[in-house]
């Protein structure tokens, strides 16, 4: 079925500008100032006072299904996507069973043709059951449609090990996905970056080289193999240097930085829903991070939405788990503090960041863009309106947010994906009913 968004401001060069949008489930057909319905059988939409964004692209994302559902689902995790303009997520492989086989694999694309309301990309593993021994089958996987593996959660501990699994993902071609971290430099019951706020409140810490150390060896690696290689969460400023230096030498390597590291630093820490790894670091690494995306040594943002139950964060620093929630609250908050109130960014870098560069990157067609011929993905953002994070209304079962209680300078009013609508906001709602 056809449909046309009337009465919108498109972001077309950096600008928003008013245009109509003709689309079907396939495809956008037609960008024009004034299109006007062929039959009484195309669908009219009306934005009006609304831009229309891209859909936006996260490469990482945590849906724990199977395995861990009573933090989130398929269905809970693709609906929170939907809330943040998320249309495309790719889904990180530390689940029960691991994606480390191609019937695994194939369960979880079954299941999220059937499940979910956004585009789900599960990653695969780059070690069977991620235990740092085995590389996985990836040619075997690769037939099924899946070219991107990840270990999250946990580094490959062994240098030889990680050097076959280059090798052997090198010959797939296929990508990695890394999460770095050598747990020789992290202490038992370690919650915080290593620093004077940790020692004043009695927390352990985490220093840079937890990250950094294993982030180079990789580093070095990808380079002298050619493998294609992407770093997630960089949170130090070493590893934004390092990747600068891998750069330079003509290394095929990406990495992405999160929403939390360009907002947030180690003394804003008050309790468990501040507690993520890599931790909130010091004022010096988030303008490290802020001017590597900026520079082009980090590439683009993705959330790292880590969903747990509100029990599980209770149990104090030392004991609760790494993460937040992060998918709903993304695009809002990094448009209002750097787009909105610093004017740091324009709203075109911003969405570039998450949206066409994620999905360059990862290889995604006809994804990222408000273009003819791309695929049917958008989001009406209200920008004149601002509205406060309630962290109760959160479509996703995780609640653990340190942003609770944020104003944010624009609103989410609906999201489409595939041309169909998966979220409406219960004002634009009731408004077309």
């Not at 927390?203 to 070095?220: A, C, F, H, N, V």
């Given at each position: 079925?056809?449909?046309?968004?009337?009465?919108?401001?498109?972001?077309?060069?950096?600008?928003?500008?008013?245009?109509?949008?003709l689309f079907d489930e396939?495809?956008?057909?037609?960008?024009?100032?004034?299109?006007?319905?062929?039959?009484?059988?195309?669908?009219?939409?009306?934005?009006?006072?609304?831009?229309?964004?891209?859909?936006?692209?996260?490469?990482?994302?945590?849906?724990?299904?199977?395995?861990?559902?009573?933090?989130?689902?398929?269905?809970?995790?693709?609906?929170?996507?939907?809330?943040?303009?998320?249309?495309?997520?790719?889904?990180?492989?530390?689940?029960?069973?691991?994606?480390?086989?191609?019937?695994?694999?194939?369960?979880?694309?079954?299941?999220?043709?059937?499940?979910?309301?956004?585009?789900?990309?599960?990653?695969?593993?780059?070690?069977?059951?991620?235990?740092?021994?085995?590389?996985?089958?990836?040619?075997?996987?690769?037939?099924?449609?899946?070219?991107?593996?990840?270990?999250?959660?946990?580094?490959?501990?062994?240098?030889?090990?990680?050097?076959?699994?280059?090798?052997?993902?090198?010959?797939?071609?296929?990508?990695?996905?890394?999460?770095?971290?050598?747990?020789?430099?992290?202490?038992?019951?370690?919650?915080?970056?290593?620093?004077?706020?940790?020692?004043?409140?009695?927390?352990?810490?985490?220093?840079?080289?937890?990250e950094s150390e294993q982030?180079?060896?990789?580093?070095?690696?990808?380079?002298?193999?050619?493998?294609?290689?992407?770093?997630?969460?960089?949170?130090?400023?070493?590893?934004?240097?390092?990747?600068?230096?891998?750069?330079?030498?003509?290394?095929?390597?990406?990495?992405?930085?999160?929403?939390?590291h360009l907002l947030l630093?180690?003394?804003?820490?008050?309790?468990?829903?501040?507690?993520?790894?890599?931790?909130?670091?010091?004022?010096?690494?988030?303008?490290?991070?802020?001017?590597?995306?900026?520079?082009?040594?980090?590439?683009?943002?993705?959330?790292?939405?880590?969903?747990?139950?509100?029990?599980?964060?209770?149990?104090?620093?030392?004991?609760?788990?790494?993460?937040?929630?992060?998918?709903?609250?993304?695009?809002?908050?990094?448009?209002?503090?750097?787009?909105?109130?610093?004017?740091?960014?324009?709203?075109?870098?911003?969405?570039?960041?998450?949206?066409?560069?994620?999905?360059?990157?990862?290889?995604?067609?006809?994804?990222?863009?408000?273009?003819?011929?791309?695929?049917?993905?958008?989001?009406?953002?209200?920008?004149?309106?601002?509205?406060?994070?309630?962290?109760?209304?959160?479509?996703?079962?995780?609640?653990?947010?340190?942003?609770?209680?944020?104003?944010?300078?624009?609103?989410?009013?609906?999201?489409?994906?595939?041309?169909?609508?998966?979220?409406?906001?219960?004002?634009?709602?009731?408004?077309?009913?």
């Amino acid at each position: 079925m056809k449909a046309i968004l009337k009465n919108g401001k498109i972001l077309q060069n950096d600008t928003l500008q008013k245009a109509d949008i003709l689309f079907d489930e396939e495809q956008i057909l037609k960008i024009d100032e004034n299109i006007i319905a062929e039959d009484e059988n195309t669908k009219v939409i009306d934005a009006s006072g609304l831009g229309i964004l891209p859909g936006l692209v996260d490469t990482h994302v945590h849906l724990r299904d199977p395995g861990y559902t009573h933090k989130e689902t398929l269905a809970t995790g693709s609906a929170a996507a939907a809330h943040g303009g998320f249309t495309t997520i790719f889904a990180m492989p530390n689940t029960k069973p691991f994606p480390s086989t191609p019937e695994a694999v194939k369960t979880m694309l079954e299941r999220v043709d059937q499940e979910a309301l956004v585009r789900v990309i599960p990653f695969a593993t780059i070690t069977v059951n991620e235990a740092g021994q085995k590389p996985t089958d990836y040619a075997a996987i690769k037939e099924l449609g899946i070219s991107w593996f990840s270990d999250d959660g946990v580094g490959v501990a062994s240098s030889d090990v990680m050097e076959e699994a280059m090798k052997q993902a090198k010959a797939a071609d296929v990508m990695f996905s890394c999460h770095t971290e050598d747990m020789n430099f992290r202490r038992p019951a370690a919650s915080v970056h290593t620093s004077k706020w940790a020692d004043q409140n009695g927390w352990i810490g985490i220093p840079s080289q937890t990250e950094s150390e294993q982030l180079i060896r990789d580093l070095k690696l990808a380079r002298e193999i050619g493998l294609k290689y992407h770093a997630d969460h960089i949170s130090a400023k070493e590893s934004v240097e390092a990747l600068h230096q891998a750069k330079q030498e003509g290394a095929d390597v990406s990495a992405e930085v999160t929403v939390h590291h360009l907002l947030l630093e180690d003394h804003d820490v008050r309790g468990p829903n501040w507690k993520m790894n890599p931790p909130l670091r010091s004022h010096e690494d988030r303008m490290a991070l802020i001017e590597g995306l900026e520079n082009g040594d980090l590439d683009f943002i993705a959330n790292d939405h880590a969903p747990h139950a509100k029990e599980e964060k209770e149990r104090g620093m030392e004991k609760a788990p790494f993460g937040i929630v992060a998918l709903e609250t993304a695009f809002p908050l990094l448009y209002t503090e750097f787009v909105s109130r610093q004017k740091r960014w324009s709203l075109g870098q911003l969405v570039n960041w998450m949206s066409a560069a994620p999905a360059r990157r990862f290889g995604l067609e006809r994804t990222g863009e408000i273009k003819e011929g791309y695929r049917p993905d958008f989001v009406l953002v209200n920008f004149d309106k601002q509205e406060v994070i309630d962290p109760d209304q959160f479509l996703s079962k995780g609640k653990n947010t340190p942003f609770g209680g944020w104003i944010t300078d624009c609103v989410i009013e609906e999201t489409l994906c595939n041309g169909k609508t998966v979220y409406q906001s219960k004002e634009r709602k009731a408004k077309h009913e």
